[in-house]
């Protein structure tokens, strides 16, 4: 009878005890989803907000907004610092990361088309704030996107007749080569040299140096179709005008056309006895 009820029960008892712990572990899980739906139904209004930055700041970057969109960036990095390990914000870093790369597409682009000195220093300060590059090769880059604008300008140079072809070269290159080295040098003004220990002023005139040898191998190669006298001396007094505006800024190139011209006045001297 009663010992009987009393084996049974006790029997039963790690069953109940097992369930009523199931059961509690339940409901405590229970009130955890209850505590989260209420904190998000509280703040459903900066989730909201919080799901609407990837398309406010692919926005500002197709419009060109870039304190805005660099603004942006910065809070999502900062709420991915502290709160990494939450999904949606993984997701918004992870978007965050591809409107970056986006603009840094169109800063660069910016920066192979004609500009001015106050966009350059605007895109260049840009390129700092995304952190895209160290010093070394901010400046490499901004040169390359400069000497990529040149070679597509002088590229589009129509070349048939020599003796005009020869002055828009030259002037394309006076001004171009003017300008690089001016807004260089705004940019980048501190004296101390790059961060590899290479003085900024060696790297801007090794690019310098390359970009007149391509100068001076187009004029060499178009100057044997300038046949009469006047247009090669005309050409040549554009030059110098050319050579002594650079030299205001250290890129004297009269002194290395000289001897081409004179090999060229040579030419047509000798075409003209031999006529």
């Known amino acids: 009878g009663a010992a009987t009820l009393l084996e049974t029960l006790e029997a039963q008892l790690p069953d109940l005890k097992r369930g009523c712990d199931g059961f509690v572990k339940g409901a405590k899980e229970i009130a955890k989803a209850r505590a989260m739906n209420r904190t998000l139904m509280n703040n459903s209004g900066a989730v909201a907000e919080l799901l609407e930055v990837p398309k406010l700041l692919d926005a500002c970057v197709r419009n ?11 809070f999502v990095a900062k709420m991915e610092a502290t709160h990494g390990d ?19 597409r169109a800063l660069l682009a910016r920066l192979r088309v004609g500009i001015q000195l106050p966009e350059c220093l605007r895109m260049v300060g840009y390129l700092r704030r995304l952190s895209a590059y160290d010093e070394t090769t901010l400046r490499r880059t901004f040169l390359a996107c400069r000497e990529e604008y040149i070679a597509n300008t002088v590229g589009e140079l129509d070349d048939t007749n020599a003796y005009e072809y020869l002055k828009k070269l030259t002037d394309t290159h006076r001004v171009s080569l003017f300008d690089v080295v001016m807004q260089y040098r705004a940019i980048f003004s501190d004296e101390a040299g790059d961060d590899a220990g290479e003085d900024g002023g060696a790297l801007l005139y090794s690019w310098a140096t390359h970009r007149i040898s391509k100068y001076l191998d187009l004029v060499k190669a178009t100057l044997p179709r300038v046949y ?4 090669l001396a005309s050409v040549y007094e554009h030059c110098e005008y050319c050579g002594a505006s650079l030299a205001r800024v250290g890129l004297d190139t009269r002194p290395l056309l000289r001897p081409v011209f004179g090999d060229a006045a040579m030419a047509v001297f000798d075409a003209a006895l031999a006529s």
Do not use: F, Q, T
């Open 64 to 74: 060109g907004h870039y304190d805005e969109a660099l603004d942006l960036e910065n």
């Open 86 to 104: 939450i999904a949606l914000v993984k997701r918004l870093a992870d978007e965050a990361r591809a409107s970056s790369a986006e603009m840094l």
């Open 228 to 231: 009469e006298g006047g247009a």
